[in-house]
């Protein structure tokens, strides 16, 4: 009977330590599945190959493109995503960024570009913060630098192109009345404002018909701009009355506002040219002579 006891009792705590055993390794296989659904997958994309970094190297940030010093160039870019919840949070942007500096030390870059930062809101205090800093983070994208010179200035060279083409109606001495007229635009992104250039035509066809071309640059801060042009203007012979063609160039700088699609300009025009004594009155105020657009983005 004592022998049974003593054998019965040996099972019991057998199986108490092996069903404790099973619910440790269960926890910690939980604990570890959960923690890396919620670490920071990190991917740095490099385009050829190149020597890593030392440890003690430390990477430079740069949130804005124009900042980067213009002996640099772009050899990669980088992918987090982070998930993050009420109770485990891996993703704080301190941990983040050391494993992002990690990562593109190893493959060569000295600096990193931020091009996409989301942060993860997480209570009162993760919206109000606007910083990426103490904050965490949801998702993260950035171009991987290789600077050879960070005491080299900023490279305030052009980097986004953007082409537009507008049209709708002129008038004045630069286009006379050109229903429709068409525009296209190539506008840059400069440090502090935007530059444009781009070519007009004109075209009128009713009664008489006459066309014109024009070259213009420009600057443009907010929704204002100011451009000037130098167009030409030509009627061809088409009267009764014998009168030959008449041919004009204009100086022509506008004022404008570009508001979403629409774009209004308007400003005083100089003529540079004339192929005769014909004064051609479109878009005379007085003693001056003015243009006037209304464009429309298509």
């Not at 430390?58 to 982070?82: A, F, M, Q, W």
């Not at 992002?100 to 913060?129: H, P, S, V, W, Y």
């Not at 005379?284 to 429309?296: D, S």
């Amino acid at each position: 009977m004592i022998q049974q006891t003593i054998l019965k009792n040996k099972y019991y705590r057998t199986g108490r330590i092996i069903l404790i055993s099973m619910v440790s390794l269960t926890l910690v296989s939980c604990s570890s599945l959960i923690n890396s659904l919620y670490t920071p997958h990190v991917n740095v994309s490099v385009k050829g190959s190149y020597p890593s970094r030392e440890e003690d190297e430390s990477l430079v940030i740069y949130k804005n493109r124009h900042d980067i010093p213009i002996e640099s160039e772009t050899i990669g870019t980088l992918t987090v995503i982070c998930n993050s919840n009420a109770w485990i949070d891996n993703c704080d942007s301190v941990s983040v960024f050391s494993l992002a500096e990690m990562k593109i030390k190893e493959k060569g870059g000295n600096a990193l570009l931020i091009t996409e930062f989301e942060k993860a809101k997480r209570g009162l205090q993760g919206i109000l913060d606007n910083s990426i800093h103490n904050t965490s983070v949801s998702s993260l994208k950035g171009d991987v630098l290789l600077v050879s010179d960070f005491s080299s200035p900023p490279d305030t060279v052009l980097h986004n192109t953007n082409f537009e083409a507008y049209a709708g109606l002129g008038f004045g001495p630069e286009t006379g009345i050109s229903l429709p007229k068409f525009g296209i635009y190539n506008f840059q992104d400069r440090k502090y404002f935007e530059t444009y250039y781009g070519a007009e035509v004109g075209i009128w066809g009713l009664v008489v018909w006459w066309m014109s071309l024009d070259c213009l640059y420009g600057i443009k801060k907010s929704i204002f701009t100011f451009d000037t042009s130098i167009g030409a203007w030509w009627m061809p012979s088409q009267f009764k009355d014998g009168a030959g063609h008449y041919f004009q160039t204009t100086l022509n700088p506008k004022i404008g506002f570009k508001f979403r699609e629409v774009w209004l300009k308007a400003g005083p025009s100089v003529h540079l040219y004339r192929s005769d004594s014909r004064e051609i009155n479109i878009g005379k105020i007085g003693g001056m002579y003015y243009n006037f657009e209304i464009l429309i983005k298509f």
